[in-house]
Each structure stands twice: as C-alpha cells, then as structure tokens.
C-alpha cells in the first residue's frame, strides 16, 4: 500500500478479539484500534475531518492561524495535520501538560500557548477558553477548532469508525463501551450503528471525578476521559448506563491488557476494559461487545506505567472507597 501523505493512513484501523483478557468470560469482548492512528490516537480523525472540511468549505482560509485549546491528544493530531496543509497551529495549554505532549506539539512545528493564571474554579479551563477568545479578537485570520461544541467532530466518526465498524462486522454487537470527554466519538459511532442495529445499547465510560454527567468533581490525573464541563454535543437521551471509573483502576486494567493481549495502551483504555470487566460481571447472559483503544502507551510511562504513581493512586482509591477489598474486586496490579 503506497501513501500520498501520512493523512491517507489515518483510519482503517483493524479489530482485535480480546479472547485472552476476557477468557473466563461468556462475552465476547473485540477493540478498535485507534491507537494505530499515526498521530498516535483517536483525534486524528476529527482532527483530519475538520481540518479539510473546513478548507473545503472556506470556513477555515488556506493561510489560517489554527488555534485550539487541547494539551493532549487532540493538539497532537492538529499539529500533525496543520504541518501538512500548511497552516499555522497553536495549542492553547496550561502547567498541567506532560513534558512529554509538549515536546511532540513542538516537534510537529506547533506553537504553545501556556497559560499560568487560575480561574475560578482553580483549574486553567476559564483562562484557556479566554486566551482563546483574545487571540481571536486580536489576531486576524485565526480559527477556533472548539472540539466541545463542533458538529464535525462526530460527524468525524460517524463516517470514521462507525462506518468501518459496519464494513467489518458480520453481524451486530449488543454493547458499545466508550470513553467520553467531549462525547464526539461516543455519539458519531452510536449514530452510525444505530441506523443498521438499532437494538445497540450505548454505555459511557466516565472518568470518577468528572462532571460530565453530574456527579461532584474531585481530583483525577490521567486525561483523555472526562471534563471540567458540559460538552455542548453531549446529548444525555442518547446514552444507556454510564460506569465512573477511577484513576487506580484504570491502570490496572492497563497493565492487565498489556500482560493477556501484549496490547500497549493509554489510560482511557484501560478505562474502558475496567468497565467491560463489570458490565459482564453483572450481565445475566453472554453478550457481544465492542469498545475502541483510543491511544498508545508512550505518552503514559510516568503514570498508569509508573510504580510509585500507581501506589498513590491506590492510596487515593483506598480514601474515597474505604469499603472496598482490592483482591476481591479489581484483581492485581500485574
Ligand atoms: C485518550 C482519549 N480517550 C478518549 C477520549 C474521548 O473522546 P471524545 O472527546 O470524543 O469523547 C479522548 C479525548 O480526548 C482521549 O484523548
């Protein structure tokens, strides 16, 4: 298979039966994944999507200055896909981004904008947002990608995964499991399904911690699922059960997936694969079920791959669940 650009290779990713992981179970459990994306996660798609869309339809002019406020996957992928159309990106990031991201930003010739000041809240979201909306209103020619509130993101994946999914399953699947933060893959990929199996049932995956479907905020580290706020395209009505899972059990089920599958991936996925893990054990019969691994493991050796980092996440986990016997219930960190 011949390229024109590194573009071409974003999507077409294959499904894998995670029969070692899940062999004690009556379900059938398959990923997509993601994480084989170039750039390195699932936000190259929307990324890509929106990017050439909007050259397309001249809401983004071929000499614009791309900006977004994103510290982790998501500048990635614009960074990568701006350096090949030719435009000028900048992520608006704040103190807690990794070393790491900001070096690969850079790498793919992005600019950083770091802001330092708190908001209200004590987090960085409010003063991202309004170095955003300063650098629109003084910088002419700059665009605003706005991943929370913009309709091609899961147009993206509707016509991305949701579409593959179809062409490569034989038959339906009965759950959906995904992590969600702005819920653009959740909901583009149900949409889709849904028009061919419209008995699928969708549950999110939520970071404990997050707000997004009103539970009280507390401290989370890892990224990727989960927000400080409300996502203008999350629809509430079109989800099933939502399952919160926490940071430390997470990164077990991390390092489950890598030790049974030799798959090595982020924090979200083992997101995901904690949740599946409950959602079996509680289902009354076998099921079919699908979920995707939305990013590779690099960019996460400092924490769900680091010891001491899952110690302390353990600790915390101990704290808000005091109740809870570790063996019995989420296994062994590997
Ligand atoms: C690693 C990872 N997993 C899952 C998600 C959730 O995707 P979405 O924003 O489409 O809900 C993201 C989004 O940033 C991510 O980076």
Not at 96 to 102: C, G
Not at 233 to 240: A, F, K, P, V
Not at 288 to 297: C, K, Q
Request: aromatic share 6%; hydrophobic share 35%; glycine share 8%.
């Amino acid at each position: 298979m011949i390229l024109d650009s590194i573009l071409d290779g974003v999507g077409g990713t294959p499904i894998v039966r995670l029969s070692r992981l899940f062999r004690d179970s009556p379900c059938e459990v398959m990923a997509k994944m993601e994480l084989c994306n170039p750039g390195g996660s699932v936000k190259d798609r929307p990324a890509r999507y929106i990017v050439e869309r909007g050259l397309a339809d001249g809401s983004i002019p071929c000499d614009a200055h791309v900006v977004e406020s994103s510290s982790g996957n998501l500048a990635i992928a614009l960074a990568m896909v701006c350096r090949l159309r030719g435009l000028r990106f900048t992520a608006v990031v704040d103190p807690k981004i990794s070393p790491t991201n900001l070096r690969i930003i850079r790498c793919y010739g992005g600019n950083i904008e770091q802001v330092t000041e708190k908001d209200r809240q004590g987090g960085y979201l409010e003063t991202r947002i309004e170095c955003v909306k300063q650098m629109l209103r003084e910088r002419p020619g700059t665009v605003w990608i706005n991943q929370y509130a913009n309709e091609r993101n899961w147009q993206s994946h509707y016509h991305g995964e949701g579409e593959e999914i179809l062409r490569d399953l034989d038959r339906p699947v009965d759950y959906l499991v995904l992590g969600v933060s702005t819920s653009g893959t959740l909901h583009g990929i149900a949409r889709r399904l849904r028009e061919a199996w419209p008995q699928l049932k969708v549950v999110a995956v939520n970071a404990a911690g997050s707000v997004l479907f009103g539970a009280p905020p507390y401290p989370r580290e890892l990224p990727g699922i989960g927000a400080s706020r409300v996502p203008e395209l999350l629809r509430r009505d079109e989800i099933g059960d939502v399952i919160h899972v926490n940071d430390y059990e997470s990164a077990l089920a991390c390092r489950e997936l890598v030790k049974h599958e030799g798959i090595f991936a982020g924090g979200s996925s083992g997101s995901v694969i904690a949740a599946i893990q409950r959602l079996c054990a509680r289902l009354p019969h076998s099921a079919r079920i699908l979920t995707i691994l939305p990013d590779r493991g690099e960019r996460y050796l400092d924490t769900v791959y680091n010891d001491e980092w899952l110690s302390r996440m353990r600790d915390r986990h101990l704290e808000h669940n005091p109740e809870t016997s570790l063996n019995s219930t989420i296994g062994q960190a590997a």
